[in-house]
């Protein structure tokens, strides 16, 4: 026991000499401690990446290792509706000041050696045309440092071959260069791919759109649409120009798409392997994942960056997810003795579409803004809560999405370079990364008011591109009514007449003050917008605003181009909007009736894909089933007959004369 008790001693002994107590205590912390607090501690969403708004040049990088670097900006959709050129127009001077859109995002685009967007828009120089934009947003897209334009879009195949040609040579004057959309073939042999030579980088751009039908006004001349065959050729031409990195730019998906279907990801492995460095996508209207996808090129196994949907830089309307997007920011190098070019630095820039109501009483502002710098207060330091709420949240929505793939960017912008940079333009008359600019704001003859946009012959599309885009509202069955109440709703069923819309939305045409009424947007309890101004809602309506008011459907081939379902087929889906707002101020137009249902039936335009596009109104008490919209009753015939007819024997062709309806 003695022997025992000595050797315990001895053991407690030797503890003191090699572990004293604070070691010892650090040691215990340490085993069992740490790690309980580092597993309680949450990763963050993404890693912050913090840059400087202007950096020296390292001339020892060249010199040492011979390298060349090129910065990429890449950017989503850009809208232009008839309320953004309204919100745009100033009456007292009876121009358009499109200054403030991308007044916040210039500073970081004109970072971009090439800076590319997907610009949903035209330059027809009339203001009528939904689809077109007064020629000063181009102005505009020159002063952000957007220096390439991308035509393959829904909306291109809206506008005609006059259009385009105006178009084209708008961007020429403005020294943007364009692409994805030709006047011919030979054209687009002569210009396609895009090979942008840059700081010793020779970059090539391919674009391509998925139209699901193609209008009559646009079919004269060549968009690029989605075609394995097509695209296969287009990348070997590309090659045979030895681009140093490919771009290949895709106008696909549905509206609001959240997730990628498995079409988009085999089209991105398939053009990969034909020798793309990044593929990128648009049209969703929301952001959408990156992957980075392994593919094997020349025997070379690869990792390419692939972004399905870069949401939107300027957004359609204020529905809160149409307004989110980002940027990618992207830095290549390449070794310029052994010409081998790879991705060095790159990530995202969160961005949010601002809608100003409350800084000018009556005036409403678009802002294209990074979410970080208002996240941060440097930029609009009194901003509404509720709206910096909303850039926050839009900001977290990204960082979510792509933390786990992807950088998050920031730049050290604030009110004082903002204002700088937009100082040192003007004064220029130039963007920062492009000083080539042949028309000056001067030489930019004004564009005509806004008014009322009409419909374009040959197109499927309402004349209203901004009720295209608002926000859905779920249709209700009509109230029951009356047979005495039927026959007065029947005598009275039709839309308001042009004057009066025009009126209402832009003032009266015939005073010297045709600038749209503004009015103080203000938001309810429901987030939907409400004017300020406007007369108080009557709590019970006559029969007359009932019809008109109710609900009726587009469908989204029309407004949003295709959709696609989870199997990566594309198919057509509706989406509600309000029927007082859709004017269609045309003189004659033909439809086909297929159906009149007491209650409403969605349908599989899947499998019935020859009624892709169709549309419903509400008329007496019945959901009645519209497709087309010709103004050839023989063309209207033709397509009844052959298609129509077989099938739906009670289909029949209904007349409208300014939006009513006149023979059954």
Not at 165 to 179: F, G, M, N, S
Not at 560 to 580: D, F, P, Q, R, Y
Request: aromatic share 10%; with cysteine.
């Amino acid at each position: 026991m003695e022997n025992r008790r000595q050797t315990t001693d001895d053991r407690r002994q030797t503890m003191k000499v090699f572990l004293p107590r604070p070691v010892f205590i650090a040691l215990i912390f340490l085993l069992f401690i740490q790690p309980v607090v580092a597993q309680e501690k949450e990763p963050p969403l993404i890693t912050f990446k913090l840059r400087m708004l202007q950096q020296k040049h390292n001339d020892d990088i060249e010199k040492i290792d011979s390298f060349a670097k090129l910065h990429l900006m890449i950017a989503g959709n850009i809208y232009q509706t008839e309320k953004h050129a309204a919100y745009a127009y100033d009456k007292t001077t009876g121009k358009y000041d499109y200054r403030s859109e991308l007044k916040y995002i210039q500073p970081i685009l004109n970072l971009g050696d090439v800076t590319i967007a997907n610009i949903k828009t035209s330059f027809s120089n009339n203001t009528k045309n939904m689809f077109s934009s007064p020629d000063e947003f181009g102005l505009a897209l020159k002063y952000a440092g957007i220096n390439v334009a991308l035509h393959a879009n829904v909306h291109t195949a809206n506008i005609s071959k006059a259009n385009l040609k105006r178009t084209d040579e708008v961007l020429d004057e403005y020294d943007i260069l364009h692409t994805g959309a030709f006047m011919d073939n030979i054209q687009r042999n002569g210009n396609y791919p895009l090979i942008i030579n840059k700081k010793g980088f020779r970059i090539a751009v391919l674009n391509y759109t998925n139209l699901t039908s193609r209008p009559t006004i646009s079919r004269d001349f060549v968009i690029n649409e989605i075609d394995k065959t097509t695209i296969d050729r287009d990348m070997r031409l590309a090659h045979a120009y030895k681009p140093d990195f490919t771009i290949v730019y895709f106008d696909w998906g549905a509206n609001m798409q959240d997730l990628p279907s498995y079409a988009q990801q085999e089209l991105a492995q398939y053009v990969f392997q034909a020798g793309a460095n990044l593929v990128v996508g648009t049209h969703p209207n929301t952001p959408m994942r990156i992957d980075m996808m392994n593919y094997s090129y020349n025997g070379e196994v690869r990792e390419g960056i692939i972004a399905y949907s870069l949401g939107n830089l300027v957004s359609s309307n204020e529905e809160i997810r149409n307004r989110n997007g980002y940027v990618i920011d992207m830095e290549i190098q390449k070794n310029n003795f052994t010409t081998e070019t790879h991705v060095s630095d790159w990530g995202v820039i969160p961005v949010y579409t601002y809608y100003d109501t409350t800084t000018i009483r009556g005036i409403t502002k678009v802002f294209s803004v990074p979410c970080a710098n208002v996240e941060s207060g440097d930029i609009f330091p009194n901003i509404a809560y509720i709206e910096k709420r909303r850039a926050v949240n839009s900001a977290y929505e990204v960082r979510k999405l792509l933390g786990n793939i992807a950088d998050e960017i920031q730049y050290n912008l604030n009110e004082l370079i903002v204002n700088n940079v937009e100082e040192s333009i003007n004064i220029t008359n130039a963007s920062l990364n492009n000083k080539y600019n042949p028309k000056s704001e001067n030489d930019v003859k004004p564009s005509d008011a806004p008014v009322l946009p009409v419909a374009t012959d040959g197109s499927n599309n309402p004349p209203s591109l901004a009720l295209l885009y608002e926000q859905p509202t779920e249709a209700k069955a009509p109230a029951p009514v009356s047979k005495k109440a039927e026959k007065k709703t029947e005598k009275d069923n039709s839309y308001l007449t042009s004057k009066k819309k025009a009126e209402a939305v832009f003032g009266d045409a015939n005073t010297k003050e045709t600038a749209p009424v503004q009015n103080t947007v203000v938001e309810n309890s429901n987030n939907n917008t409400v004017a300020e101004n406007s007369p108080p809602i009557k709590k019970e309506k006559s029969v007359k605003e009932k019809v008109q008011e109710t609900a009726v459907e587009i469908s989204s081939q029309d407004a949003n181009g295709i959709s696609t379902n989870a199997n990566g087929g594309l198919t057509g889906t509706v989406e509600m909007t309000k029927a007082k707002n859709l004017d269609l101020r045309v003189d004659t137009f033909y439809r086909i009736q297929f159906y009149a249902l007491k209650t409403f039936i969605p349908l599989d335009t899947n499998y019935y894909t020859h009624l892709k596009g169709y549309e419903i109104r509400v008329e007496e008490g019945l959901y009645k089933y519209m497709l087309g919209m010709y103004k050839s009753y023989q063309e209207c015939e033709a397509y009844w007959k052959s298609q129509i007819q077989p099938r739906y024997k009670q289909s029949f062709i209904v007349k409208f004369v300014d939006g009513k309806r006149i023979v059954k």
